[in-house]
C-alpha cells in the first residue's frame, strides 16, 4: 500500500536553529498538507498546500514558518528559527482529490525536539 | 466555534465488549466526519468517514452513528479485541479543493483480555 514517507523519525536541534522537515507524499497525490500534534495534545492542523502554492494556513503557522515542493517529489516544512514551544510530532499527509471523496493519508511522523 | 468536542478522554474495555466514543460540533459547515485510529509512534490513520446525509455507516466492526440536529456524533466498535488498543480522534471537516480536519481531544482505548 503506498506510503507517506517523513524524515527524519527524530530531530533534536538548539533553539534558535532552522529546521527542514520532509515529507514525500503519495505520487499521484495533488494535495499536501502539515499537522502537528504536542505530546498527549491533539492534532493541529498547520498548512496546506495545492498547485505549487499555500491553500490555507493556521494562525499557528506565523512567519517562522515556511513549505515548499522543491522538486515535484519532496514536500519540505522549515521552521526558520526554533523555539521550545515548536517541540512536537509533526506529521505530513496528502490527499489526490478533496477530502470528501478520499481522505487523507498521514506519514509516520517527524518528532522534533527544541533544546 | 471550529472547535470539536470528544469524550471520554480514555476508556477501558473488556475483550468483546463494545467502547463507544461521542464528539461533538458546532460549526454547521462541517460536512465530512472521518475517524481516525492512531498507534504509539505512527501517524493517523482513517478508519471511517461520515456524511451528514445519512444516520450511520458500517464497515466491518466499527459503525458511525451521526444526529445531525444534535450535531453529535460517535463511533462504536463491535466484538472489541487487544489489538483495538489505540488512540482514537474524530475529526470534521468542511468541503473544499484542501479542507484542513479539525480534530477532537483524542480517546484513548485499552481492550482488556
Known amino acids: 500500500e503506498p506510503e507517506v514517507t517523513q524524515t527524519p523519525s527524530h530531530q533534536v536541534t538548539q533553539m534558535g536553529q532552522e529546521v527542514i522537515l520532509r515529507c514525500v507524499p503519495i505520487s499521484n497525490h495533488l494535495y499536501f498538507y502539515w499537522y502537528r500534534q504536542i505530546l498527549g495534545q491533539k492534532v493541529e492542523f498547520l498548512v496546506s498546500?495545492?498547485?505549487?502554492?499555500?491553500?490555507?494556513k493556521s494562525e499557528i503557522f506565523d512567519d517562522q514558518f515556511s513549505v515548499e515542493r522543491p522538486d515535484g517529489s519532496n514536500f519540505t516544512l522549515k521552521i526558520r528559527s526554533t523555539k521550545l514551544e515548536d517541540s512536537a510530532m509533526y506529521f505530513c499527509?496528502?490527499?489526490?482529490?478533496?477530502?470528501?471523496?478520499?481522505?487523507?493519508?498521514f506519514g509516520s511522523g517527524t518528532r522534533l525536539t527544541v533544546v | 466555534q471550529q472547535q470539536v468536542k470528544q469524550s471520554p478522554q480514555s476508556l477501558i474495555v473488556q475483550k468483546g465488549g463494545i467502547p463507544i466514543i461521542n464528539c461533538a460540533y458546532e460549526n454547521t459547515a462541517f460536512d465530512y466526519f472521518p475517524w481516525y485510529q492512531q498507534f504509539p509512534g505512527k501517524g493517523p490513520a482513517l478508519l471511517i468517514a461520515i456524511r451528514p446525509d445519512v444516520s450511520e455507516k458500517k464497515e466491518g466492526r466499527f459503525t458511525i452513528s451521526f444526529n445531525k440536529s444534535a450535531k453529535q456524533f460517535s463511533l462504536h466498535i463491535m466484538d472489541s479485541q487487544p489489538g483495538d488498543s489505540a488512540t482514537y480522534f474524530c475529526?470534521?471537516?468542511?468541503?473544499?479543493?484542501?479542507?484542513?480536519?479539525?480534530f477532537g481531544t483524542g480517546t484513548r482505548l485499552q481492550v482488556t483480555l
Open positions: 498546500f495545492y498547485n505549487n502554492e499555500i491553500s490555507e
Open positions: 475529526a470534521a471537516s468542511k468541503s473544499g479543493t484542501a479542507s484542513k480536519l479539525t
Open positions: 499527509a496528502s490527499s489526490p482529490q478533496g477530502i470528501l471523496t478520499y481522505g487523507y493519508t
